[in-house]
């Protein structure tokens, strides 16, 4: 409860309930948070209704409640009091102790007495003992119980820090002060000797436990203005009590006083359970809690902080300029802010708890500083991505381009992470360099690698078009110089391909033996082109013979087509184009690509042509059987294309398929000669005049016949001539038959029709029709000369309608 506006508030009521919303009004009424160290606590005890209260009072300006002489001698302060001196500095916190030998409580009841003298002179920094004069000397007086109670729970204290004793003798008399003050020290050193202490302490002087001063006061009653006169002085040496050689002792044991009422609160705590009181240990937990909670408030207050708050926001969207200078202010601004309100408490804790208070800061921000770190990586790789890419299309070489993107990069992510360092915090950022670095060796590796794909394909690409088609080329035209043609190719097309890779290499920067093996393999691709060139070849070889075949068998040495007379040497033709055949064969049976001699051709020859002259019955069974195997000799089986049997089964099949082609020709031949050998024979020719003799005799002697004879020539000629008989017989006597049979009546029919159409013609015609009948027979006439190659051609024109 407070008393009134003067702030006199009860700190521990008279059951020894602390009164905790009370002292909280009192500190921040009086605002003594602000005071950090600079404050003193002085308390007051002695005999109950001895003018504690009023002596406080008029020394320190304070309203405590007074006892009421008129009413009699009674307990008017219960508990502890508290108020703050008015017009001292620094500020000065004056505590007013409940009276001791009080009535009100009884003789047995002296555990509050102790309690309230051991709280006070664990808080305080003076402690005025309030006596009357005349008790001094006196072995029953009334201060020596206090005193006894004084010393004794000053053993309970483990650490006492050394508290200034001040003797205040009220109602003196006309002994001066200078005999009085011997006689009342040397009472107190009695009660110290008396009084028990630990085995530590037996010798101690109480001069290492206490500052003991000692005034007097005359009294208030009676000299009220040599007491207030008296008082004045006394209170002057209240002014800077906490300076050196000031009245308050020793200052190790004070805390802050932002922490004075949790101090307070805790050490009544552990005297009210009856516990030893460890100053020190009081002291650091004190700190402990109170630095714990100004930690708290400032994390809070930093996790509030609206700077913060946008730069974390901004960190998640990209890198923010200058996020170290400003982070580290932020968090200055929040340590600095800790250390201003924990400075006063014990170093060791304060030092810990800014310890842990910054680890909890750095630890909260450091999400934050990873994820700018993350922003900083993949803009840096980006940066050289594309860098890198500009340096490669305006044709730099390509390592000398990685080299320089990679330090314009690192050197960028360097610069970066110098302005994102905290100052706070000594955050490595070489793990998050060397993750930058693996990134961007992995994509020159994957770039490298692309490069060196592309440059392949393209090499490869280029061998494709400049080996496949001459190569086909060479082998459908295979001859003696078919393979010498393809290795000159091959070597020059590869030395071409070899030579352009090499230099387009040199920009790479890569070891000797990756480059060899990148021209050796190009080297091997080119072979493997023709390799395989050669392999599809081989699986048209007998397309590639028939075609061959047909094309000599078919066209003269001008490669006009051959038409058949009769005159030409189908034996001979056909050796010649099966010769040709069997060289594209030998030609095709293996790879030639090294300059060494075979006997292909010749076992060829000698197995599959020789072997079916007449003297084949004399050809040694080796020869025969030389091509009974899978191998040729002295040629490995990897460069066989064709293996002996295979070509001997291909011979086969292609003999038979060419067989047709040959009977053709000498059925053509034979169709031929027939044509132009058409009349019989003379000795029919003279069966038929001796024969015919009575006949031609009949003849003669009847012209009539002769006419008749005569007209059926003529329709036998137009006939010849409509039927084209000679070429229809010109492909053989059953295809000409066939043909003829069902051009018969049609070509009878019109010409009959054609005779029709004639006679009805008018008689002015008659002439006309007669030359038109000329002229038929004329026509038929040259081209019986025509076909027969024997009578001369006479050009008549012909008509149509004939």
């Given at each position: 409860?407070?008393?009134?506006?003067?702030?006199?508030?009860?700190?521990?009521?008279?059951?020894?309930?602390?009164?905790?919303?009370?002292?909280?009004?009192?500190?921040?009424?009086?605002?003594?948070?602000?005071?950090?160290?600079?404050?003193?606590?002085?308390?007051?005890?002695?005999?109950?209704?001895?003018?504690?209260?009023?002596?406080?009072?008029?020394?320190?300006?304070?309203?405590?409640?007074?006892?009421?002489?008129?009413?009699?001698?009674?307990?008017?302060?219960?508990?502890?009091?508290?108020?703050?001196?008015?017009?001292?500095?620094?500020?000065?916190?004056?505590?007013?102790?409940?009276?001791?030998?009080?009535?009100?409580?009884?003789?047995?009841?002296?555990?509050?007495?102790?309690?309230?003298?051991?709280?006070?002179?664990?808080?305080?920094?003076?402690?005025?003992?309030?006596?009357?004069?005349?008790?001094?000397?006196?072995?029953?007086?009334?201060?020596?119980?206090?005193?006894?109670?004084?010393?004794?729970?000053?053993?309970?204290?483990?650490?006492?820090?050394?508290?200034?004793?001040?003797?205040?003798?009220?109602?003196?008399?006309?002994?001066?002060?200078?005999?009085?003050?011997?006689?009342?020290?040397?009472?107190?050193?009695?009660?110290?000797?008396?009084?028990?202490?630990?085995?530590?302490?037996?010798?101690?002087?109480?001069?290492?436990?206490?500052?003991?001063?000692?005034?007097?006061?005359?009294?208030?009653?009676?000299?009220?203005?040599?007491?207030?006169?008296?008082?004045?002085?006394?209170?002057?040496?209240?002014?800077?009590?906490?300076?050196?050689?000031?009245?308050?002792?020793?200052?190790?044991?004070?805390?802050?006083?932002?922490?004075?009422?949790?101090?307070?609160?805790?050490?009544?705590?552990?005297?009210?359970?009856?516990?030893?009181?460890?100053?020190?240990?009081?002291?650091?937990?004190?700190?402990?809690?109170?630095?714990?909670?100004?930690?708290?408030e400032k994390f809070s207050s930093f996790i509030a902080n609206e700077n913060w708050r946008e730069l974390e926001e901004a960190v998640q969207s990209g890198p923010v300029s200058g996020f170290g200078k400003k982070l580290s202010s932020i968090l200055q601004s929040c340590l600095s802010e800790y250390d201003t309100e924990a400075t006063y408490f014990e170093e060791g804790v304060r030092s810990s708890k800014r310890q842990q208070l910054q680890e909890k800061l750095l630890q909260l921000v450091q999400p934050t500083f990873q994820d700018l770190l993350g922003h900083l990586r993949s803009g840096a790789l980006e940066n050289f991505k594309n860098a890198f890419e500009k340096a490669l299309d305006a044709g730099e070489g390509f390592s000398s381009s990685a080299d320089s993107c990679t330090q314009s990069c690192i050197f960028r992510f360097d610069k970066g992470c110098e302005e994102a360092v905290i100052e706070q915090a000594k955050w490595d950022t070489s793990k998050t360099r060397e993750k930058l670095q693996r990134d961007i060796e992995a994509h020159i590796s994957s770039v490298r690698t692309a490069k060196l794909s592309e440059l392949t394909t393209l090499y490869e690409s280029k061998l494709n078009v400049a080996l496949s088609g001459p190569v086909e080329a060479l082998l459908d035209g295979a001859n003696d110089e078919t393979w010498p043609a393809i290795r000159k190719l091959l070597r020059r097309e590869g030395e071409l391909a070899v030579y352009g890779l090499s230099n387009a290499l040199s920009g790479f920067d890569m070891d000797d033996e990756t480059r060899n093996k990148m021209l050796s393999d190009l080297e091997n691709y080119a072979r493997g082109i023709v390799e395989t060139k050669a392999k599809e070849e081989a699986g048209r070889a007998l397309m590639r013979m028939k075609d061959r075949f047909a094309t000599i068998f078919s066209h003269d040495s001008d490669s006009m087509p051959r038409v058949w007379t009769g005159k030409e040497d189908i034996r001979a033709i056909t050796k010649m184009a099966r010769s040709a055949s069997l060289k594209l064969l030998s030609v095709m049976a293996v790879i030639r690509l090294e300059d060494e001699l075979d006997n292909i051709e010749k076992t060829l020859t000698l197995a599959l042509v020789n072997s079916t002259s007449n003297n084949a019955a004399s050809k040694s069974i080796s020869t025969i059987d030389s091509l009974a195997s899978s191998t040729w000799e002295q040629v490995a089986p990897e460069k066989t294309l064709i293996t002996p049997v295979q070509c001997k089964s291909l011979w086969r099949q292609f003999k038979n398929e060419t067989e047709y082609t040959v009977t053709q020709a000498i059925s053509a031949q034979e169709a031929n000669r027939r044509n132009n050998n058409w009349l019989p024979p003379p000795w029919a020719i003279l069966a038929l005049v001796v024969l015919g003799f009575n006949e031609f005799m009949t003849l003669l002697r009847n012209p009539l016949w002769l006419g008749v004879l005569f007209v059926g020539y003529l329709i036998s000629k137009a006939l010849w001539v409509q039927l084209n008989i000679s070429g229809e017989f010109r492909n053989g006597a059953l295809p000409g038959l066939l043909s003829l049979s069902t051009k018969f009546l049609p070509t009878v029919m019109n010409l009959l029709r054609k005779l029709a159409e004639e006679g009805q013609a008018p008689s002015t015609n008659t002439n006309q029709t007669s030359s038109a009948h000329s002229g038929v027979t004329t026509n038929g006439e040259s081209s019986s000369s025509s076909s027969s190659g024997s009578s001369p051609t006479k050009s008549v024109p012909i008509d149509k309608s004939a």
């Open positions: 409860m407070v008393a009134d506006a003067a702030c006199s508030t009860q700190l521990i009521d008279g059951d020894g309930t602390f009164n905790v919303s009370g002292v909280d009004h009192f500190i921040k009424e009086v605002k003594l948070e602000e005071c950090g160290l600079s404050y003193a606590v002085v308390s007051i005890m002695g005999p109950q209704s001895s003018g504690k209260s009023t002596l406080l009072n008029h020394l320190f300006g304070t309203n405590f409640r007074e006892m009421d002489a008129f009413r009699g001698r009674s307990q008017t302060t219960k508990g502890i009091w508290i108020a703050r001196c008015a017009g001292i500095e620094p500020c000065t916190v004056v505590m007013d102790l409940e009276g001791t030998d009080g009535r009100e409580r009884g003789e047995d009841d002296t555990a509050f007495e102790k309690q309230s003298a051991l709280f006070a002179l664990a808080v305080s920094d003076i402690v005025l003992i309030n006596m009357w004069c005349h008790d001094i000397g006196r072995e029953q007086a009334a201060n020596k119980p206090l005193l006894k109670t004084v010393f004794q729970v000053m053993m309970r204290l483990f650490s006492p820090r050394k508290t200034t004793l001040m003797f205040v003798i009220r109602d003196k008399t006309r002994t001066p002060l200078e005999n009085l003050e011997p006689v009342l020290r040397e009472d107190i050193q009695k009660i110290w000797d008396s009084v028990p202490k630990p085995q530590a302490h037996k010798e101690t002087p109480l001069s290492d436990f206490f500052n003991v001063e000692v005034v007097a006061l005359s009294s208030y009653e009676e000299k009220e203005e040599q007491f207030k006169e008296q008082v004045y002085n006394l209170r002057q040496r209240f002014f800077h009590s906490v300076a050196p050689g000031g009245l308050a002792g020793d200052r190790r044991g004070v805390v802050p006083a932002n922490a004075f009422a949790f101090s307070a609160k805790q050490m009544w705590q552990v005297i009210k359970d009856n516990k030893d009181l460890d100053l020190p240990a009081h002291k650091v937990m004190v700190a402990t809690v109170r630095c714990e909670e100004i930690a708290n």
